[in-house]
């Protein structure tokens, strides 16, 4: 059983920074993806970024060049390093971790089964 619990969440003003991690408790699997997803009040979850247990980043269009997702495998944690924030990337961040589904579905949220309580990020402008 894997157990997330994400911290580094606040409030920043439009163009600052924030890292979000995640601490994953529990075996991760080579084939297991880790992703950030986040929720916006009234909008759907989507998926942010996504890294394999050993292999490279995919991210979402809206946060290319801005995000960058990391992990130290020998802590078991998963780091979201947010720059340029903008006041649309105001969400609540979740992480997730699961095996990884196929291509097109890899920032799908119902592919994923393990996750985080979440962390609230607020940007103003």
């Known amino acids: 059983q894997v157990q997330l619990m994400e911290s580094g969440g606040g409030s920043v003003q439009a163009g600052g920074s924030l890292r979000l991690s995640c601490a994953v408790s529990?075996?991760?699997?080579?084939?297991?993806?880790m992703v950030w997803f986040r929720q916006a009040p009234g909008k759907a979850r989507e998926g942010v970024a996504i890294?394999?247990?050993?292999?490279?980043?995919t991210y979402a269009e809206s946060v290319k060049g801005r995000f960058t997702i990391s992990k130290d495998n020998a802590e078991n944690t998963l780091y979201l390093q947010m720059n340029s924030l903008k006041p649309e990337d105001t969400a609540m961040y979740f992480c997730a971790v699961d095996w990884c589904p196929p291509g097109p579905r890899e920032l799908w949220p119902e592919e994923y089964n393990n996750w985080g309580q979440g962390t609230q990020v607020t940007v103003s402008s």
């Open positions: 529990g075996y991760i699997e080579r084939r297991h993806c």
């Open positions: 890294i394999l247990r050993n292999g490279g980043p």
